[in-house]
């Protein structure tokens, strides 16, 4: 059963671009959560995506945005990238909504020169 | 908001030793989250717990919802343990989960 998978690995933009990253939950997996980590700050909760909905929000700046598709597939957006964004940006996903065990994927690392 | 405190923030072993980390929160929570992040960033989950204790293999969890407090235990620690140890806490009026800082665990053979 393949795990979760995140694209791309690695990714360098510049000040004032936006980004898409993607996240590809385990079959069945429904909730997918993004999540942002940097070395001042730790682990952040960004949002939760179940059933294409957004449930719950982190305290982001409206920048950060996400989607949920259909066959429960993830993008988040940040646009007007700042070079505070640089960080490492982490789906996982569950089964259900809100609880139950997580799955990460290995994370899509942001540079943001 | 939940604050949630991890120690210690750094703990460095002999091979053998019994581990503890402890996490604590200000908010009544729904469950407790234990993680496992090795260098390179992949992060596994180790225990989701909303009550009493967990245990698999070496690894051993447990919480006090009375005392907002929950520990991870690591029996017989082996080099390969070597990782950042990371709580999380769901519910308690946050949306999604609140972390923990992490504690730096190196188990030296």
């Known amino acids: 059963k393949a795990g979760v998978t995140q694209t791309p690995r690695y990714l360098i933009k510049t000040r004032g671009q936006q980004v898409t990253l993607s996240c590809s939950p385990i079959?069945?997996?429904?909730?997918v959560s993004w999540y942002q980590q940097t070395p001042g700050q730790g682990l952040q909760f960004l949002f939760e995506?179940?059933?294409?909905?957004?449930?719950n929000k982190g305290n982001f700046p409206g920048r950060f945005s996400g989607r949920q598709f259909s066959n429960s597939r993830s993008e988040m957006n940040v646009s007007t990238l700042e070079l505070g964004d640089s960080a490492l940006y982490l789906c996982?996903?569950?089964?259900?909504?809100?609880?139950?065990?997580?799955?990460f994927g290995s994370g899509t690392q942001l540079s943001v020169l | 908001k939940n604050e949630v405190e991890q120690s210690p923030q750094n703990l460095t072993a002999q091979e053998g030793e019994f581990i503890t980390i402890n996490c604590s929160y200000s908010v009544g929570i729904s469950a407790l989250h234990w993680l496992q992040q090795h260098p390179g960033g992949g992060i596994v989950s180790l225990f989701m717990l909303s009550s009493g204790k967990k245990k698999h293999g070496r690894l051993i969890a447990t919480i006090n919802i009375q005392e907002k407090h929950s520990s991870l235990h690591i029996t017989a620690s082996h080099p390969r343990d070597s990782a950042v140890y990371i709580c999380a806490a769901a519910g308690g009026g946050a949306d999604g989960l609140t972390f923990g800082k992490g504690t730096h665990l190196i188990i030296q053979p």
């Open positions: 079959s069945g997996h429904r909730s």
């Open positions: 996982a996903s569950s089964l259900v909504q809100g609880e139950g065990k997580l799955f």
């Open positions: 995506y179940f059933s294409e909905t957004q449930r």
